[in-house]
């Protein structure tokens, strides 16, 4: 049972544009999200969270958007950079524990110049 | 600063060995914990330890043990490695178990034979 679905497992845009990512989940307790972004052969970076008090946080180029109702969650880039391509995770928290984290699958995202 | 540093980056162990993965954080952060991640999947927590002195089971944390040997560190046992235990392991600290993002080292990619 997949509480957190990124259910495209790649995206491609070219640099300057736009890049959306998308994240669903369907565990109605999750309120704490998060984005991870992983370069081959690293670990994981923590990029931008949300909280479920809010539906849109912003950070420079990074922005994310919540919609409670929908449960659904989108990672925008603008503008989006090759130095952007790489996996990303969207991760979902119960009371916002770290213990109580589920990831996504990922997205790989492929920046062209 | 080093961050979390995980130690090997890779092995390969034969079925029923056994093996220690070393991780130690210099940020003084209270929480440790250890992922798995796979093929086509997100990471999946094994363990973790909300502060020194004190673990608890994760995800998938059959086939594993794990010690706090200090804040600083936070070993993941296997004791007799299977097939199924080929992954690549991601240690991560943080500085409270809520709503605080976790910091990731790079991994260790281990391969059972």
């Known amino acids: 049972d997949q509480q957190v679905k990124q259910n495209s497992p790649s995206l491609s845009v070219q640099e300057g544009r736009i890049s959306i990512l998308n994240c669903d989940y369907t565990?109605?307790?999750?309120?704490?999200f998060l984005w991870y972004k992983k370069y081959p052969a690293e670990g994981p970076t923590f990029l931008i969270s949300i909280s479920s008090i809010k539906d849109k946080n912003e950070d420079g180029r990074f922005t994310v958007f919540l919609n409670k109702s929908a449960k659904h969650l989108s990672l925008h880039i603008v503008p989006s950079q090759p130095g952007d391509s790489a996996v990303y995770f969207c991760a979902a928290s119960d009371g916002g524990s770290n213990y109580k984290l589920t990831f996504g699958k990922g997205t790989l995202l492929t920046v062209n110049p | 600063n080093a961050g979390v540093t995980q130690t090997p980056k890779f092995q390969v162990l034969k079925t029923g060995q056994s093996m220690t993965l070393q991780c130690a954080q210099d940020m003084n952060h209270n929480s440790m914990y250890w992922y798995r991640q796979d093929p086509g999947m997100g990471l999946r927590l094994i363990y973790y330890s909300a502060s020194e002195g004190t673990t608890d089971k994760g995800e998938v944390p059959n086939g594993y043990n794990v010690s706090r040997l200090n804040k600083r560190e936070f070993s993941l046992r296997l004791e007799s490695a299977a097939p199924s235990q080929t992954s690549v392991y991601f240690c991560a600290s943080s500085l409270l178990t809520v709503n605080t993002e976790a910091f990731f080292g790079q991994g260790t990619r281990l391969t059972v034979v």
């Open positions: 565990n109605s307790m999750f309120d704490y």
